[in-house]
């Protein structure tokens, strides 16, 4: 199974000219917040798993964070041999390069992911030398997003560069929160970020909505109050199916492959797939 999908789509691609389009158009979602271990890439993962898996779309996962945790969450599952150009390096060149030159397949049917990209942390700054600075992935999507049903996008946890440029890319953005203070406050920075590319920069990406992660039950008596302030604030933007604190999900991270395969009859493996369909019913919904 391996390299199947990807390098057969990237054959396909390659066989006509360098990079022919394909029949299907893309909802680009952004998975960020201004705040790390709230849960991104672990949502990222899994929920590209789960509508690749169960769904039967066909989807790509960009890792724009440095750290590169996307691909370590598919460690097991990731194919080899693909992506001969690393994310950054198609971001700052000159030629057409498109993210696609990144993909690799995994072995979760219709999955492809970007691999772990240090560069990235160095071409936070020099993409602030290029001409239409924020545009430098939605360039590089033009044909990508043609050849797949939905791409995701993990954010480094800021709002720089390559945050931008993920949202300026993006039909939609998925904001993940725990219910800690600085965890809210990450995410409504996020939202405040939403609005200023929506009227400064004419680019008209919606929030798909606030999901809700590592939601501990012992807790929720305590974080009572934050989520009735959340929940006033946000209204219809949060999601209703919210991800519970589980081992499983962590366990699952370290071992390197999605909750699905790990453990499919957990409770994080049901909670990220109420998730996934309730993301499939907010895009059909727009
Ligand atoms: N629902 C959950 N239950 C238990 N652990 C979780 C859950 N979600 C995330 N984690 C763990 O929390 C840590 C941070 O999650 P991660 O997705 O990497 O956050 P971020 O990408 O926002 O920095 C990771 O070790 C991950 O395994
Ligand atoms: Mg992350």
Known sequence: MRNLITSGLRKLVKSESRYSPGSRQADVVSIATVKGGVGKTTTAVNVAAALAADHGKRVLLIDLDAQGHCSASLEAVIGEGDGTTMVHEILLSDDDLEILDAAVSTEVDGLAVTPADPGLADAEGRISQKIGKELLLRDALKVTRTHFDLILVDCPPNKGNLTL???LASDYVLIPTDLSPLSVKGADELIETVLTVRERLQHQVEVL???????????????????????????????????GINTKIAQAQLAGEPIFDHAPKSRGARHYQNLAEEILERLDDN
Not at 223 to 237: K, M, S
């Open 209 to 243: 909505g606030v999901v809700l992660t590592r939601v501990d039950g012992r807790t929720v008596k305590i974080n009572e109050n934050i989520r009735q302030t959340i929940e006033e604030a946000w209204g219809e933007l949060l999601f209703d199916r919210h991800i």
């Open 165 to 167: 440029n993920a949202l």
